[in-house]
């Protein structure tokens, strides 16, 4: 259930910013400079993919600390997914307006790690199911 819910917050996330830094983007005169929205599409590609990792490695440093482990990784998990999408979708908005500069691109691909993660476990829990 938290995993839809990124993933939908995620898609309205993604589409608000392109709707209100998108409109910045003129791409009949492409800027020699990124968007404001390439450049958010690497900060919420970045803060998903730390929380990706930091759900990664969150369990075993709460299970030394003695601290349950399902309270430290529930919320990270579902924010990654929410902050990937939203990257992703901000990214492919600028490139849409012909924005191709290297943000844009990073943007991509650090938002495309965590997405393909998810969808790596996604298909993994689909084939073997718990």
């Known amino acids: 259930m938290q995993a839809l819910l990124g993933l939908f917050g995620g898609a309205l996330l993604g589409a608000g910013l ?3 830094l998108g409109r910045r983007v003129d791409s009949e ?3 020699l400079r990124a968007s404001a ?3 958010t599409s690497i ?3 970045a803060t998903a993919l730390l929380m990706v990792v930091t759900g990664i490695f969150a369990g075993p440093i709460a299970g030394m600390l ?3 482990v399902d ?3 529930a919320m990270p998990a579902a924010l990654s997914i929410t902050f ?3 990257s992703v979708i901000a990214a492919l908005g600028a490139w849409a307006r012909h924005d191709r500069h290297w943000p844009t691109w990073v943007g991509i691909v650090v938002g ?3 997405v393909l993660f998810w969808l790596a476990f996604l298909i993994g829990e689909i084939v073997v199911p718990h």
Do not use: K
Request: net charge positive; proline share 8%.
């Open 18 to 20: 392109v709707a209100t």
């Open 71 to 73: 309270t430290v990784t």
């Open 37 to 39: 929205l390439a450049w």
């Open 112 to 114: 495309g790690l965590p």
């Open 29 to 31: 005169r492409p800027s």
């Open 66 to 68: 003695g601290v349950t």
């Open 43 to 45: 900060g919420f590609g």
């Open 84 to 86: 990937a999408v939203a």
